[in-house]
């Protein structure tokens, strides 16, 4: 079992920056990969970012080049540093984390960001 905790959300103005953190209960390095996904009302989830074991990273288009991942290794802990934010990065985000065939997920942080 793997418990996650997502932290740093809130609301900001378009343009401006936040950095959500996701901690583990697990060692990082017994996980496949873990990523951040988002939620906007009346849409389904879709992925943000994703980086491995190895340290290999992946983006959606719609964030690559403003949003990074990246991981603590010896804290168990993920990161998604989020600048220059629109408006149509409002939505609630989850960590998630890859263990074998399994799926875990936090239980998601609001962030809004207003034009």
């Known amino acids: 079992q793997v418990q996650l905790v997502e932290s740093g959300g809130g609301l900001v103005q378009a343009g401006g920056s936040l950095r959500l953190s996701c901690a583990t209960s697990?060692?990082?390095?017994?996980?496949?990969?873990m990523g951040w996904y988002r939620q906007a009302p009346g849409k389904q989830r879709e992925l943000v970012a994703e980086i491995t074991r190895d340290g290999s990273t992946a983006y959606a288009e719609s964030v690559t080049g403003r949003f990074t991942i990246s991981g603590d290794m010896a804290k168990n802990m993920v990161y998604l540093q989020m600048n220059s934010l629109k408006p149509d990065d409002t939505a609630i985000y989850f960590c998630?984390?890859?263990?074998?065939?399994?799926?875990?997920w936090g239980q998601g942080t609001q962030v809004t960001v207003s034009s």
């Open positions: 998630n984390a890859v263990s074998g065939t399994s799926n875990y």
């Open positions: 697990n060692n990082f390095f017994r996980l496949n990969a």
